[in-house]
């Protein structure tokens, strides 16, 4: 059964604050690996990445997956308080029709 | 941009009443998905269409049907609704690309 686990379930941190979200994966056939941001209403698209050690970089949000040992971090730096969201890591299967498999969610809370 | 949008942000329903939840994109995507999101689960598949008409079952199908009647248009539907599908619904779409494209999400409540 495909699995994927994201860590920690929740983080607290002050702003300023550099944080690291972890996604680990078990799947047959891997594309692809995407990472979402979801505030109040509808997850909106961070990054996608297909290749190991590319970093994908966004301002203060970057992002980085290994292949071999099958995970992807998500670093955000300076942290502000916009940045409280839940955030989602996803994977993408060869064959099936750009099916997702998520994880649960990495909640993020940045206080002043 | 795309634009995903969904009939009700909010809806309260009561047990086996039969419930509809529309999507509608705008940006002419072959596939579209609908999703729902429970606390400690994400989000989990129930259905998905890759073309008018055409349907498969997600993850867990059981208790939903649905319908693509036009290309941009998904419907989910609740035939009878029981307390279980509490739930946030989310629609995506896409087209040839891994990249889904998401609504804001209708939260259900079934009374």
């Known amino acids: 059964e495909d699995k994927v686990v994201q860590s920690p379930l929740s983080l607290v941190v002050h702003e300023g604050d550099t944080v690291t979200l972890n996604c680990s994966y078990e799947?047959?056939?891997?594309?692809?690996l995407l990472w979402y941001k979801q505030e109040k209403k509808a997850p909106t698209f961070l990054f996608m990445l297909?290749?190991?050690?590319i970093e994908k970089k966004s301002g203060r949000l970057s992002s980085i997956l290994d292949k071999k040992e099958l995970f992807s971090i998500l670093n955000i730096t300076a942290t502000q308080t916009g940045d409280s969201a839940i955030y989602l890591c996803?994977?993408?299967?060869?064959?099936?029709?750009?099916?997702?498999?998520f994880g649960t969610g990495t909640r993020l809370q940045v206080t002043l | 941009d795309v634009k995903v949008t969904q009939s009700s942000r909010y809806l309260v329903k009561r047990t086996g009443e039969k419930v509809f939840l529309e999507c509608v994109q705008d940006m002419d995507h072959e596939n579209m998905f609908w999703y729902r999101q429970d606390p400690g689960l994400g989000l989990r598949l129930i259905y998905f269409?890759?073309?008018?008409?055409?349907?498969e079952k997600g993850d867990i199908p059981e208790g939903y049907s649905v319908s693509r009647e036009k290309k941009e248009r998904f419907s989910l539907i609740l035939e009878s609704a029981s307390t279980n599908q509490t739930s946030m619904y989310l629609c995506a779409s896409n087209t040839y690309t891994d990249t889904q494209y998401f609504g804001p999400g209708t939260r259900l409540t079934v009374l």
């Open positions: 996803a994977v993408a299967k060869t064959g099936t029709a750009s099916k997702l498999t």
């Open positions: 799947v047959t056939n891997f594309r692809s």
């Open positions: 297909t290749s190991s050690g």
């Open positions: 269409s890759y073309d008018v008409k055409m349907k």
